[in-house]
């Protein structure tokens, strides 16, 4: 979605937040490398 232009990078991380304040698991790791690829994405 941000890729394509439908999201900002911010609305993203946003949203995975709320996914884990209401119980979605993702370790630290992961959560470092999605940040980090969302960084990484070229926007439009």
């Known amino acids: 979605m941000v890729k394509k232009g439908k999201m900002r990078k911010e609305e993203a991380r946003d949203k995975v937040d709320s996914m884990i304040r209401k119980g979605f698991r993702l370790g630290h790791e992961e959560y ?8 990484n994405i070229e926007m439009r």
Request: aromatic share 12%; no cysteine; charged share 40%.
């Open 32 to 39: 470092q490398e999605f940040l980090k690829m969302l960084e």
